[in-house]
């Protein structure tokens, strides 16, 4: 990767930040390409002098992502959104990421998708990813799709989402408590990025599913959260009856839902297809090992609290 440049679009984000840092350790030149790349600048600190470069880009422009990518040696399409115009973003922008990439002779992409990728899925969501993904082999077929579950760290708006509600409410009601995710530690995700990039001849063409050592249900997850930021409310699991009544209303106070994330509750998010990780020599991270170091923010008495406190 030495002074390989890597534009990586919508770089800026939650798992784009994780990316740039392991493309730069790597020795790689990083252009970080997003609607507003000011709000990425926090990221100048991370590497060398002249190491990274900020562009501004729409994939809904397809003029704007062509000059975003222009001069590259590798494209990471990182861009995804869990409301609005999935189609316009997760389809159509897809695809004009992956056919700036071959117009510009660009040496390898790699797309981030979803596990839950499906045309045909009853979500809006899931066909967008899988019309994205169809759209990506059609332009550039040598493109390699990384396909994700729940992704958390952090600055994650999962977890970190769950702990908050938790803290603020002596109840918390949980959607779908049977439903199973397979979370993936946003470092993970980062150097499988990286590793795809390094060996583009090797896992090219490849659509990889990148899932944790652990399979959790939604009310197991809910449960060691609390436990880890030393809450004990009442888990109050709701029969899905109720939980698509309160998804078609459009919410649940504090987590909402969507009725299009319904639907995507409505299947395993786990790995099915080929173990990304694995195939790329990564060893996955516990939940459990990392996570406790940043939820301790929503104990009682902060770092200095004890999980055994009660709600």
Do not use: C
């Not at 990221?43 to 000059?67: C, H, I, N, Y």
């Amino acid at each position: 990767m030495n002074d390989k440049l890597v534009t990586l679009i919508g770089g800026g984000g939650f798992l784009g930040r994780y990316v740039a840092q392991e493309l730069m350790k790597a020795g790689a030149r990083v252009r970080i390409a997003q609607r507003d790349p000011r709000a990425a600048l926090f990221l100048r600190t991370q590497g060398g002098l002249g190491q990274m470069q900020f562009a501004a880009v729409d994939v809904t422009k397809p003029e704007s992502v062509a000059r975003a990518v222009q001069g590259s040696d590798g494209v990471v399409n990182l861009v995804g959104v869990l409301a609005g115009n999935f189609h316009a973003v997760q389809a159509e922008g897809a695809a004009t990421v992956a056919q700036a990439a071959t117009a510009a002779g660009v040496t390898a992409l790699v797309h981030v998708s979803a596990i839950g990728a499906d045309a045909a899925s009853d979500s809006a969501y899931g066909r967008s990813k899988g019309d994205g993904e169809a759209a990506v082999r059609a332009a550039f077929p040598r493109a390699t799709i990384l396909r994700p579950s729940i992704v958390f760290g952090r600055e994650d708006q999962f977890v970190n989402r769950f702990a908050g509600m938790i803290a603020a409410t002596p109840v918390v009601p949980v959607l779908r408590a049977g439903a199973r995710f397979q979370p993936v530690y946003v470092a993970d995700v980062a150097a499988a990025v990286t590793r795809v990039l390094a060996e583009p001849g090797r896992f090219g063409g490849e659509t990889l599913e990148l899932g944790g050592p652990d399979v959790v249900t939604m009310g197991d997850l809910i449960r060691w959260i609390a436990q880890a930021i030393g809450r004990a409310p009442r888990i109050a699991e709701l029969p899905d009856v109720v939980g698509g009544l309160i998804a078609k209303a459009g919410f649940l106070p504090g987590a909402p839902i969507t009725a299009d994330q319904w639907k995507m509750l409505q299947r395993d998010n786990v790995v099915t297809g080929t173990d990304g990780l694995a195939a790329l020599g990564i060893t996955p991270t516990p939940m459990a090992s990392v996570a406790p170091s940043w939820l301790v923010r929503y104990r009682r008495e902060g770092r200095f609290g004890t999980v055994s406190a009660s709600a």
